[in-house]
C-alpha cells in the first residue's frame, strides 16, 4: 500500500478492507450500530481510568471518558504536544480527501464538527479553515476520483476544479504537471501543541487530573496490571489502563506491539515569505497538497513561522526519545528543488525555522484502536501514521464510547488484522 500521511493516503484500502465502509458521520453510533459485539463489563460511571500519554489520541479520549462519567488521570512523560510527540510542532492538515473505502473521510467530517464545539466552549481558535487545495499531478487519478463520492457522503464539501480554474484562483502557483484539483473550503489546519494544551486545559477544568510523570515499562506485555509504577516511585491503580504513547508504543509493549509502530523521521522547513507579499500567506493561498510521483503539502501561515513546506514520503527509523532533531542538508536541498519549481515567486526565500517529527507508522497506516490480547482493563491507541492528528476528538468520542458501553472496534482498527 503506497503511504499518504499528513495529507491523506493513497492506497487501495478497499481491496485490504472491501467490507469496511462507515454509513453515518457518528463514529460513536457507527460503532454501535454495526454489528460489533458487547464484551462482558460495560464500564460504570465514575469507574477510575489511567490514560497515559496526552497526544491528540490520549488527551481527547481522557476529555471524552470524563465527559461521559469516568474519573481520569491523565500521564505524560514530557508534557502535551511536547517536542518529542508526534502531536508537536505548530500546525497539522484537516481534510476530507482520503481515497476510497475508507473510513477517515466520516471521521475527519465529525472531528471537524467536535473541533468547531470545542474551540467554541473554550473561546479558542484551533482550527483555522482556510481552503485544502489537493493538486492532481499524476496520470493515475484514481485515489482523487474515489474520494469524490467519500466526501459528498459525509457532507463535506468540495470543488472540482479545471486546469483553468487553478489559475485563476491561485497564479502564484506554476500548474506544470497539474490535471485538476479538490478544493475544500471547510478544511484548513489546526493548531497542533497549542490545541493539545487545550485539551489538557479543558480537561483540568471538566475535574480530570493530570500528572506529567511517565509510566515505566515494567513487563506491560504481561502485568501484572494491579497497577503501573511511576518514574517517581509511584504507583498508580485504576480500574481500566488506556495506552495512547504514539511513537512509544512498540517499546512499550515489545511483545505485542513491537515493529507494528515503527517511527520514521520526517523533516519539516519553514520558509520566509517575501516582505509585502501576501501571495503565500494563509489569507491567500489554502493547505495545499501535490500528489505527484511523491507527496508533498504545505501550511502557509503557522502564526508567522513561515511557509511551511512537506515531503510526506516516510524517512528511516527514528527513536523520538534520542533522536537529534536537525533537519538535513539533502532534505532541504530536495524541498529547495521543488519550492522553486511550484512556487517560482518563492524560490530565494530563506529558510527561517525547520523541525523534525516522526510519523508512527502502523504496517497498513490504518489506527490501532484494541483491547490488548490477554488483558481487558488495558487499551492500546495509536499508529496515527501521520494522518491522525485532525482525527483526534472524533477517535476520542469513540474510544469513549466503546470503552464505557463495553463494545469492541472496528475490525479495521484491531490487533488481530496483523496476524499473529
Ligand atoms: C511532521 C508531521 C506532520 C503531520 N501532519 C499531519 C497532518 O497534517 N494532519 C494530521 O491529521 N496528522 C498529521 N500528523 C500525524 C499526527 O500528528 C499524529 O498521528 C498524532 O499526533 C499522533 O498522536 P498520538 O497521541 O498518538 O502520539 P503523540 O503525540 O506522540 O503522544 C504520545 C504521548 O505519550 C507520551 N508518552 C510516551 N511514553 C510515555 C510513558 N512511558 N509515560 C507517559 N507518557 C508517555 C509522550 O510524551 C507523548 O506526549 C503529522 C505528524 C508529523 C510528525
Known sequence: MKACAAIGWSG???????????????????????????????????????????????????????????????LDAWGPGNSRASSGGETRVIRGTYGPNQPYTQMAARATQLWKENQ???????????????????A??????????????????????????????????NLEGLHWGIYEPEGGYLMARNACQAVLDGFLREGGEYRQLAVMP?????????????????????????FACGPWLGK?????????????????????????????????LPVWADHR?????????NQGRGFKIADDTRGPEFDPTSGERSVSAQGLRSVRD?????????????????RVCQYENSPDNNF???????????????GGSGHGFKHGPALGEMVAGLVMEGKDPEPLFRLGRFGN
Request: glycine share 8%.
Open 120 to 138: 467554541q466552549r473554550w473561546n479558542l481558535k484551533l482550527m483555522h479553515q482556510t481552503g485544502v487545495l489537493w493538486m492532481v499531478a499524476s
Open 12 to 74: 487501495t484500502l478497499g481491496n485490504c478492507f472491501p467490507f469496511f465502509k462507515f454509513p453515518s458521520a457518528n463514529m460513536l453510533k457507527q460503532a454501535q450500530a454495526s454489528g460489533t459485539t458487547t464484551a462482558p463489563g460495560t464500564m460504570a460511571a465514575k469507574s477510575q481510568v489511567a490514560v497515559i500519554g496526552a497526544g491528540a489520541f490520549g488527551g481527547w479520549t481522557a476529555l471524552y471518558l470524563l465527559r461521559r462519567g469516568a474519573r481520569v488521570t491523565l
Open 338 to 354: 521543488y519550492i522553486a519549481f511550484r512556487f517560482p515567486a518563492l524560490k530565494d526565500a530563506p529558510l527561517v525555522e525547520s
Open 293 to 301: 510521483d511523491k507527496f508533498m503539502y504545505g501550511i502557509p501561515g
Open 140 to 173: 493515475d487519478d484514481h485515489f482523487e476520483r474515489g474520494s469524490l463520492a467519500m466526501l459528498r457522503e459525509a457532507g463535506i464539501a468540495y470543488q472540482e476544479l479545471s486546469r483553468q480554474d487553478l489559475a485563476t484562483r491561485w497564479p502564484q502557483i
Open 252 to 284: 512499550l509493549f515489545p511483545e505485542t506491539i513491537g515493529n507494528r509502530i515503527r517511527p520514521t523521521r520526517q523533516e519539516v522547513f519553514f520558509f520566509g515569505t517575501p516582505v509585502g507579499d501576501d501571495r503565500f500567506s494563509d489569507a491567500k
Open 368 to 382: 490501532i484502536i484494541d483491547r490488548h490480547p490477554t488483558q481487558q482493563n488495558v487499551w492500546l491507541l495509536g
Open 218 to 242: 515494567n513487563n506491560l506485555d504481561h502485568g501484572p496490571w494491579d497497577s503501573l509504577t511511576l518514574s517517581d516511585g509511584s504507583k498508580l491503580r485504576a480500574d481500566l489502563y488506556i
